[in-house]
């Protein structure tokens, strides 16, 4: 955000040609039983803008495979082996993992 | 303050047979008098529908995170000596345990209420799946959606 502030006001005041950095968060993420069928894989690598939530992480993959779409209200999901909330931001190195309902035992 | 011998709590994903004599040896200790143990085993149907196999798989890392939690929770409510807790992965035939849970204590009610405690959380917190088949195809099981936070907890305001 600073970064990208500097830049503008570079590129105005002084006609700098500054490239805009934009910051890149990679996480880990993980989808389990029926999910890993929907999406068709259980873990992979994925680079995200600054400051993205679980929440936005989901939509992602739901604009990606619509079907994932209807299972969001049966879905939990977890940052770093704990349940976390939606609106949870992601950090770099983050894992993050999407749950469904579980049935061990 | 933790309570003592947590150190000698097992906590195992498998994938072979598991070993219940051993486990139930295991938790016992001279000042215990009493073991409560859970046996959960593969069943032959499902909602009518004749089984051939279950196949488990688990969010590992989790999982193990998740019951050393219950441990720790069974040890601060019911004050428990030792727990094992197994869970399998993989394919199971028939008639083989897929989870088992043992626990001791001085004295009995303890141990049942702890035990109890044990595979209900179990059931509803450990990132463990199972799907099921059948003659005519394979179906995940209906699962319990784990509790988890509504909402990251608000910043505090800068003062």
Known sequence: M????LAGFLRSRYNLA?????????????FFGRLKDVVGHSQESLNLADAVTIEQLFAVY????PELAQYRSSVVASRNQEFAAWDTVLYPGDEVAFLPPVSGG | MAPPFHHEDIFQLVRE???????IEHVRAPGDGA???FDGFVRNQSHNRATLYLDYEAYESMALVKMREIAAQLHEKYGIHRV???HRLGHLEIGETSVFIAV???HRAAAFDACRFAIDTLKRTVPIWKKEYFEDGAVWADGELPPAPLATPRAKPAS
């Open chain 1, 2 to 5: 600073f970064r990208g502030a």
């Open chain 1, 18 to 30: 500054v490239a805009p950095v934009s910051r890149t968060v990679r996480v880990k993420v993980l």
């Open chain 1, 62 to 65: 739901a604009a990606r495979t």
């Open chain 2, 17 to 23: 047979p598991i070993d219940l004599r051993a486990l």
């Open chain 2, 35 to 37: 073991i409560v143990t």
């Open chain 2, 84 to 86: 094992a807790i197994v």
């Open chain 2, 104 to 106: 001791s204590a001085p």
